[in-house]
């Protein structure tokens, strides 16, 4: 029985599939703590894990970041980006840090496994000396050689202009982000650490070990990864969400149209974004849409929904995804892979955050269609939709990458690399 502490940004879509790892975890009759907010301590705790809770650093509302951070009122897109990451990722860094070597000094770990967005777990291993595990729960961003920058959804040049594009946006996006990485450093100070040649990017994922989220066919090809990095395919255990059917379920599973998933995702979940422009764009096409807000516990929407949507605020995806046709998303990975693994083909509408980079692999990989916005027309979804559901060519992209993720048990081969390694480490 090992020790194991996992780090867990306060996010839905990165608590979903880090819950999925922390049962696999215990079932393997290790003692499992978990440093996250106290909003998701409950749902860790029906798990079997011990909750850590954010308490030097600002445990906040994931559906209202700004009292927090109020630097993110009003900001989307590469705006939000820059801020979003430097306030909430990397200037709560030492506090994490504090959180976290806290209860090392309770109760050490001989492993701590973080989530890849989580700064202070890389801290906290360095200042305790001990192995970390990243557990990539988005695209991975790494720099590495042959790979354009992160964040902007480019795919790898394939000319002498693309890969002089790539040297230019490199040079743009260092100077952009020197706030970052005056940000990191200056954290690092803080948390007791001394100087290091590291960029925040890099920082964010272990050179002992990477469990990254998806398969390699979502990933584009590079000469060199920096690290030790494996696939585990989708960070879920498919024995049920919990999530229960929503009323109108019955009268669902009996209408014969071809059923449209629309989701607007977990985090900046204005339905005017996405939902809306889709109702206009499907709400008189023969289907059924099945559409939820994001938003547990709130499955109203501040305008009509057209007489063939059903609404919810979260849906259980194990009986949902086997049953649809097309999915129109933001781009949030767990969903997206989700959808994959049941050979579904998307739309997405990827605006900010990890969005864009998850909309051009899908792009990349043949299993749908990126909008190439946050915020797409109902044209552009009505044209999109008409492409995907027309034809075979995307089903069959998706039910490829599907195929791929049905031979992992991603919460199981995190485990088993993490044993590998502690195994390794023992020698």
């Not at 009509?304 to 949507?309: E, I």
Request: proline share 9%.
């Amino acid at each position: 029985m090992a020790e194991v502490m996992l780090a867990v940004m306060p996010f839905s879509g990165h608590v979903a599939p880090m819950r999925a790892v922390a049962r696999a975890f215990s079932a393997a009759g290790h003692r499992v703590r978990v440093y996250t907010g106290s909003a998701h301590a409950d749902a860790f705790r029906a798990d079997g894990a011990e909750p850590v809770l954010w308490m030097r650093a600002p445990d906040f509302d994931e559906n209202d970041l700004s009292p927090t951070f109020p630097r993110l009122r009003g900001r989307k897109g590469p705006r939000q980006l820059i801020v979003n990451v430097e306030d909430l990722f990397v200037r709560t860094g030492a506090a994490q840090c504090a959180d976290l070597t806290a209860s090392f000094d309770r109760r050490p770990w001989d492993v701590l496994v973080a989530d890849g967005l989580s700064l202070g777990a890389h801290l906290a291993a360095e200042r305790t000396g001990t192995p970390r595990v990243t557990v990539a729960l988005v695209p991975l961003a790494t720099p590495s050689p042959g790979a354009p920058p992160p964040g902007l959804g480019l795919q790898p040049a394939t000319s002498v202009l693309g890969r002089l594009r790539d040297r230019a946006l490199w040079a743009a996006l260092s100077a952009a982000s020197r706030p970052i990485q005056r940000a990191f450093h200056e954290q690092r100070a803080l948390a007791g650490l001394p100087p290091t040649a590291l960029t925040f990017q890099e920082a964010l994922y272990s050179r002992d070990l990477v469990c990254a989220s998806g398969v390699e066919q979502l990933e584009y090809p590079r000469p060199q990864w920096p690290g030790r990095i494996v696939w585990v395919g989708e960070l879920a255990d498919h024995a049920g969400s919990g999530i229960p059917e929503p009323a109108w379920w019955p009268e669902s599973l009996a209408d014969p149209r071809p059923v449209v998933h629309v989701t607007q995702g977990t985090q900046n979940v204005d339905p005017a974004d996405l939902i809306r422009p889709t109702f206009a764009a499907l709400g008189r096409q023969w289907v059924q849409l099945a559409v939820a807000t994001g938003v547990r516990g709130n499955s109203e929407l501040p305008f009509p929904a057209p007489p063939n949507a059903r609404v919810a605020d979260l849906l259980p995806y194990d009986r949902l995804l086997p049953r649809v046709d097309v999915m129109v998303t933001n781009g949030g990975w767990g969903g997206v892979l989700a959808a994959l693994h049941h050979g579904v083909p998307l739309v997405v509408a990827g605006g900010d955050l990890d969005k864009p980079e998850v909309a051009a692999r899908v792009t990349w990989a043949g299993a749908g269609i990126n909008l190439r916005t946050g915020t797409p027309s109902p044209r552009a979804i009505l044209r999109a939709w008409r492409r995907v559901s027309g034809g075979d060519a995307y089903r069959t992209g998706a039910e490829r990458i599907g195929e791929a993720l049905r031979q992992h048990d991603g919460p199981r081969e995190v485990v088993e690399h993490t044993e590998a390694l502690l195994a390794s480490a023992r020698r």
